[in-house]
């Protein structure tokens, strides 16, 4: 399926992989994508599947946490494209694929241009399949698990520093629980960025966009405004938020966002 007929190849992800077996630390240049038909309307709405429901429901509020705070700073750093982005929150339905799917059809009736999806692989093979049945132009990102890490990796859950979690605070005083805040918002982050490279904020070109904001060889930049300020001076760049390092599987056409995922290398 091709990226300008479907936007969601799932960008499944969760932020800081480290494939040290398979690249041995090199940095390889990203390769230059097709450009995809622009589809966007020009104002970039981002919905949030947290799961109010389900395994990981105590992790809600840092999820919704991250993405407002993330949506917070774009705007006051510009927005996207001059235009301030927009959110909307639904429930994921995680083990409840009817609310999956009910959340789904109306955020995408809202335009919404992508989905920020939860840790679950249920959750994100239901979204797959929704896209592929309504033939939605619509990206979606959601956070790894081990489920759908590489083969022989190992992942490791990303604690949150003290300085990001008093800027989720900052977002809902009442989060005490911060597991994915910090892979939430750099997905977040991350699609705001993809959609400005792009220049389009259709989600097939969010999702091919994702390939260039992860450039290893490119500026490194730790913030919304300060990666747009390389793009606009005609830079690669290399966005790293709170959660790491984003690493871009160009063999599966999976990102990874917010975990660490260390593939161990073979014995001889």
């Not at 799932?10 to 494939?19: D, Y």
């Not at 700073?73 to 927005?79: D, K, L, M, R, T």
């Not at 009817?98 to 789904?104: L, Q």
């Not at 093979?125 to 929704?130: D, I, P, R």
Request: negative net charge; hydrophobic residues 40%; aromatic residues 4%.
């Amino acid at each position: 399926m091709g990226l300008n007929k479907i936007a969601a190849t799932i960008v499944a992800g969760a932020l800081a992989l480290t494939l040290a077996g398979c690249s041995g630390g090199e940095v390889t240049p990203t390769a230059t994508p097709t450009p995809v038909k622009p589809s966007g309307d020009g104002v970039l709405r981002i919905g949030d599947m947290t799961p109010v429901t389900g395994d990981l429901a105590a992790y809600s509020a840092s999820q919704a946490a991250g993405i407002e705070l993330a949506i917070r700073e774009i705007n006051e750093q510009g927005g996207y494209n001059k235009v301030p982005v927009e959110v909307l929150h639904r429930n994921a339905g995680d083990g409840d694929a009817a609310a999956t799917e009910a959340s789904f059809n109306d955020l995408v009736s809202r335009g919404v241009d992508v989905i920020i999806a939860p840790a679950s692989t249920g959750v994100a093979e239901t979204l797959a399949e929704l896209v592929a049945k309504n033939d939605a132009n619509v990206a979606i990102v959601s956070i790894a698990t081990k489920d759908n890490a590489p083969k022989g990796a190992t992942v490791t859950a990303v604690k949150a520093d003290d300085a990001f979690v008093a800027r989720l605070k900052s977002s809902d005083p009442s989060v005490s629980e911060y597991g994915y805040g910090a892979e939430s918002y750099d997905l977040t982050i991350a699609s705001a960025l993809a959609a400005t490279v792009s220049k389009d904020d259709g989600g097939a070109s969010i999702t091919q966009g994702l390939i260039a904001v992860t450039n290893q060889a490119g500026f490194k930049c730790t913030s919304y405004g300060m990666c747009v300020s390389a793009v606009n001076d005609k830079q690669a760049i290399n966005y790293v938020g709170p959660a790491g390092q984003i690493n871009y599987d160009t063999e599966t056409g999976v990102a990874y966002f917010g975990k660490t995922i260390v593939v161990e290398k073979k014995k001889k």
